[in-house]
């Protein structure tokens, strides 16, 4: 990358920072898309011996906060990961911050509610398990732990009747 350093600022080495910049970039094609100045932090990770550059535009913080924004950003996406996995929210309805945290808040109680249930009733399957199949015996008029343990008659092609066990 290309740029210019049009201002130094002092940082503390012992926290991992190597500098803290205001860059303008200086390439052909980059200053005419981007003619705005950015903060270029670059921080050393001592647990890792890894050395990042983190750009961005927020001058308002320091820099020690982008370097840990920034080095933290994969916990966040695991965290959205596992929002998606287990409270099964593949879109938001809404776009407002009320609308995602709400989602978000009665998604989690649906969850819970889950763990407690598995709990009190000593379900023996997964909570993704029984998350995945309360849709289905939602309106069943039978004890929940009847629904998860009991076995089920199967019909096979020949027209017997065999007892096999169900899958959830």
Request: aromatic share 12%; net charge neutral; charged share 25%.
């Amino acid at each position: 990358m290309v740029y210019e350093i049009l201002e130094d600022r002092e940082v503390d080495a012992s926290a991992g920072l190597i500098s803290d910049q205001t860059i303008r970039l200086a390439g052909v094609l980059t200053s005419k898309k981007n003619p705005d100045s950015l903060r270029l932090v670059i921080y050393e990770d001592f647990a890792t011996d890894n050395v990042y550059r983190f750009l961005t535009n927020n001058f308002a913080i320091e820099a020690i906060t982008v370097a840990e924004l920034y080095r933290e950003r994969w916990q966040i996406e695991l965290f959205f990961k596992w929002i998606k996995q287990h409270l099964h929210i593949k879109t938001f309805y809404g776009t407002s911050r009320n609308a995602v945290f709400s989602q978000i808040w009665i998604a989690v109680c649906d969850y819970l509610l889950l763990a407690i249930a598995k709990k009190r009733f000593n379900i023996d399957k997964s909570l993704h398990t029984i998350a995945s199949s309360i849709g289905t015996v939602l309106f069943k008029r039978a004890n929940i732990h009847d629904i998860y343990e009991k076995q089920t008659d199967f019909i096979n092609p020949s027209g017997e009747t065999n007892t096999q066990l169900s899958l959830w």
